[in-house]
């Protein structure tokens, strides 16, 4: 069982930076898929960006493409997203997902792919 707990969210000004970061406990990350997806009220969940093994590839959606970055921290089983020039658009509930398997890109989108979801965090992009 794995158990992931989202933190950093908060409030933020356009053009600002932020990190989000997912820990978790239980299972090491290791040989898994992390993402990050993202919800605003009366929206589905969407994928952002997610990393896995083998090789910590890293995927994005093109909307935040240049602007965030996913990486993993092995040592401290955590998973951060580091968003810089943040806009208004990017406000939503983030959400953390894990999956023991190694997801392929083609799947990494989907919400189903994924065993384990934290409970999420708020960001809030103020213009």
């Known amino acids: 069982q794995v158990h992931l707990v989202e933190s950093g969210g908060g409030l933020v000004q356009v053009g600002g930076s932020l990190r989000i970061s997912c820990a978790a406990s239980g299972r090491p990350f290791s040989g898994s898929t992390v993402a990050w997806f993202r919800q605003v009220p009366g929206k589905e969940r969407e994928f952002v960006a997610g990393?896995?093994?083998?090789?910590?590839?890293?995927y994005y959606v093109d909307a935040v493409k240049g602007r965030f970055t996913i990486s993993r921290d092995a040592v401290k089983n955590t998973v951060h997203l580091q968003m810089n020039s943040l806009k208004p658009e990017d406000t939503a509930v983030y959400y953390c997902?894990?999956?023991?398997?190694?997801?392929?890109?083609?799947?990494?989108?989907?919400?189903?792919?994924?065993?384990?979801w934290g409970q999420g965090t708020q960001v809030t992009v103020s213009s």
């Open positions: 990393i896995r093994r083998p090789g910590s590839m890293t």
């Open positions: 997902a894990a999956d023991s398997r190694s997801i392929i890109r083609s799947e990494m989108s989907r919400v189903t792919a994924y065993d384990y």
